[in-house]
């Protein structure tokens, strides 16, 4: 199992970013495949974006797209989520979580991923 510590979060108004990071722990950060997952209040956890164990492959749900980028540094142990162009409806905490395996999927499905940071709130103002 992998630790992860987000960080970044806060207040922001509409059309503005915010970059969250991800800290893991751990000497096998590269054999994870990494995402962002979001949580409203009264929603249900939702996917945001993932990546894979090498950065070459990414998928976005459709709610950020061409608007937010996840990238990460293996040599840093650190994944990010570039967000830009914010909404009110991206307001939300924020969680990053680890998928063993350099899986050649990528996977948008809450169950798969094994581990979880504790979350970051991300609050953007109309």
């Known amino acids: 199992q992998v630790q992860l510590v987000e960080s970044g979060g806060g207040l922001v108004q509409a059309g503005g970013s915010l970059r969250l990071s991800c800290l893991a722990s751990?000497?096998?950060?590269?054999?994870?495949?990494m995402g962002w997952f979001r949580q409203a209040p009264g929603k249900e956890r939702e996917f945001v974006a993932t990546?894979?164990?090498?950065?070459?492959?990414?998928y976005y749900a459709d709610s950020v797209k061409d608007r937010f980028t996840i990238s990460r540094d293996n040599a840093k142990n650190t994944v990010y989520l570039q967000m830009n162009s914010l909404k009110p409806e991206d307001t939300a905490v924020y969680y990053c979580?680890?998928?063993?395996?350099?899986?050649?999927?990528?996977?948008?499905?809450?169950?798969?991923?094994?581990?979880w940071g504790q979350g970051t709130q991300v609050t953007v103002s109309s």
């Open positions: 751990g000497r096998t950060f590269n054999s994870y495949s």
């Open positions: 979580a680890a998928r063993f395996g350099r899986v050649t999927k990528l996977s948008q499905s809450r169950g798969d991923f094994g581990s």
């Open positions: 990546i894979n164990w090498n950065g070459s492959n990414r």
